[in-house]
């Protein structure tokens, strides 16, 4: 669907994207994640056309966004950060309007426009001026235009921002629901988003794609069993002697509570195996009660920190998932 | 190009700069129309119009002010550009929007000819031939406030700067006359324009190597031409700049009744040239 080649887009001396290359296939919905100022919107607005790239080239359906445009825009609905509403429409003007320079043709504009305002859920508020409604509506007019001729690329641009809880939730919703039938791409520096709706997410930073991988994947293995925290009912003594006689090497850190006779320890392994079982099986053995045990590989949050510091490079495109950053923790490895 | 047309001059006529333009044009024009050809009994309309021809520099400043800056800060050039529309649809849809606001007026100006003719002689072909060169001057006008409104962002300096780029054509006979006549203030003015050429240049590009090129090339040409033909530079603006004049074009329809086609198609140039600049202007800032 969509193909990034060496993408470079330099502001004077700074460059904003650094050779960035993507394939975006079909029928899926994408997550763009990084920090504020990484480089998702340039990039997003230079797969839409609307700044040209220092180098490289993005392709749409194989139409070339820089030597076709008309052709590649043809099948992209794009929703940038700020809406690009007029405040002095209505929303069904609006729409009547992106029609047109959509080139929707006039006989399908009507069908194309009702089913956008449904999609989109606004028609308690087609009539009403675009600048007398809330954040919430007018980013949701912003994503009638983008799903309006129901193009089969949507590229959202922090879709939620600024909306309320309940419009965030019935937004993700409805992404969900274009993913059925387009494929989108969307971005957003919030995690927990791009986890809720994203079949794919790719981490960018700097400039530069740090991580990409499925949600799937990249919750696994940042969920991994390798590293483990758990407290037993007991002082620290009583757990070294149990974690001694564990059959491998573990990395062990220890803290106790001697008030309420607790110790809380972080056992972690290099290999990549779970190792919850045979902790129970230590621990039940020298009568020590687990009473609360937890991953305690990074959440991805600190994962998404860490891999968008600086200096964060080196990518594996065929697993996808970055190295550098996470081995150092020895939290994760490929 | 239709949808862009059809929005902006829904724009212009719902809110209040449409309606408020044509209104003060119209009751301008109808003033001086009231006074110098109903009262004075003058049988040319278009003498009234051209007489009116301040308000054109204040009224069009405000229509194209919003033109492309508006669209640049609440960002709504981004629904233009990433749709599948050209550069020159957007462009002339623009365009034609603001050359539509100033055509209302001047259908409803037709009519005082005829009321005109009404009471006796009237110069039907005088007034309404004039009256197409005053509209292609407006285009123009409107032409270069929509270029001015494409460099910037902010619509009150875009319509300051447009107020003065217009003030400098309505004065340009005059400010020509003041100039002397002698080669060296002619080549020391143009050393002065290479510069700020020079200068522009290197705003829009940011590299000092390529500005200085333009401006030693700009001062070797001068320099060259200067050697070669010593006397081309003798009242050089008064001689070649004078087209510039775009005023003069309606006044030599109206006061000397001649169709003063080289200016018609000086004034179409500037149009096609600014409409050019304009979509240049669109493009550089998709790759800056």
């Known amino acids: ?334 | 190009m239709g949808a862009v047309y059809k929005r902006e001059l829904k724009a212009y006529m719902n809110s209040m700069t449409g309606p408020l333009c044509i209104g003060v044009f119209v009751a301008l024009v109808g003033l001086y129309f009231y006074g110098s050809n109903i009262q004075t009994g003058y049988p040319i309309f278009s003498y009234s119009l051209i007489s009116a021809w301040f308000v054109l520099l204040l009224l069009v400043p405000v229509v194209t002010m919003r033109s492309f800056a508006d669209e640049k800060r609440q960002k709504t050039d981004q629904i233009l550009l990433t749709s599948p529309l050209s550069i020159a649809d957007i462009v002339l849809g623009k365009f034609f929007a603001m050359c539509s606001v100033f055509l209302i007026p001047m259908i409803l100006f037709c009519i005082a000819p005829l009321i005109i003719k009404s009471f006796g002689n009237a110069s039907l072909l005088t007034d309404y031939t004039s009256m197409l060169a005053y509209f292609v001057m407006i285009c123009v006008f409107v032409s270069i406030g929509m270029f001015i409104s494409s460099l910037l962002e902010n619509i009150v300096i875009t319509a300051v700067c447009t107020f003065a780029v217009l003030l400098v054509i309505y004065l340009w006979t005059s400010i020509v006359s003041i100039i002397p006549t002698d080669s060296l203030t002619s080549i020391i003015i143009l050393l002065g324009v290479v510069t700020l050429i020079a200068l522009l240049f290197y705003a829009v590009t940011k590299n000092w190597i390529a500005a200085l090129a333009v401006e030693l090339v700009g001062c070797g040409i001068l320099i060259g031409i200067n050697l070669s033909n010593p006397s081309m530079f003798e009242g050089f603006f008064s001689k070649y700049t004078s087209g510039l004049a775009l005023f003069n074009v309606p006044i030599n329809f109206i006061y000397y009744q001649i169709f003063d086609l080289a200016g018609m198609i000086r004034m179409l140039l500037i149009i096609v040239v600014m409409l050019f600049l304009t979509g240049q202007s669109l493009q550089k800032r998709r790759w800056s």
Not at chain 1, 104 to 132: D, G, H, S, T, Y
């Open chain 1, 1 to 334: 669907m969509v193909e990034i080649v060496d993408l470079v887009k330099d502001y004077g001396t700074h460059r904003a994207v650094d050779n960035l290359n993507l394939t975006i296939e079909d029928g899926q919905i994408y997550g763009f994640l990084g920090p504020n100022g990484a480089g998702k919107s340039t990039t997003m607005n230079m797969m839409c056309g609307y700044i040209g790239a220092t180098s490289g080239d993005v392709k749409i359906n194989g139409h070339s966004i820089s030597e076709e445009p008309l052709e590649a825009k043809k099948l992209i609905g794009y929703l940038p950060e700020i809406p690009p509403v007029y405040p002095d429409m209505t929303p069904e003007e609006y729409l009547d309007f992106a029609a047109g320079i959509k080139r929707i043709p006039k006989a399908e504009r009507k069908e194309a426009i009702e089913l956008a305002i449904k999609k989109a859920r606004i028609e308690n508020v087609r009539n009403r001026l675009i600048k007398n409604l809330s954040k919430g509506y007018r980013q949701r007019v912003g994503l009638a235009q983008a799903i309006l001729g129901l193009p089969p690329l949507i590229i959202l641009d922090e879709p939620t921002v600024g909306l309320d809880p309940k419009q965030i939730i019935e937004m993700r919703e409805l992404i969900k629901e274009l993913g059925k039938e387009h494929t989108v791409i969307l971005s957003s520096h919030i995690l927990s988003e791009v986890s809720a709706v994203c079949d794919k997410v790719m981490i960018i930073s700097a400039g530069k794609l740090v991580a990409s991988d499925t949600t799937e994947n990249l919750e696994r293995k940042l969920k991994a069993y390798n590293k483990i925290q758990l407290t037993v009912r007991g002082n620290k003594r009583q757990a070294q002697n149990a974690v001694e006689r564990l059959n491998s090497e573990y990395a062990v850190t220890y803290h106790e509570d001697t008030a309420h006779n607790e110790c809380t320890m972080v056992v972690s392994t290099d290999q990549d195996k779970d190792i919850r079982d045979e902790l129970f099986l230590a621990f039940s053995g020298a009568h020590l009660p687990i009473i609360g045990m937890q991953s305690a590989a990074s959440s991805l949050e600190e994962v998404f920190l860490e891999l968008t510091q600086d200096g964060s490079t080196g990518i594996n495109m065929d697993n996808n998932i970055i190295t550098d950053n996470i081995d150092n923790d020895g939290e994760d490895a490929e």
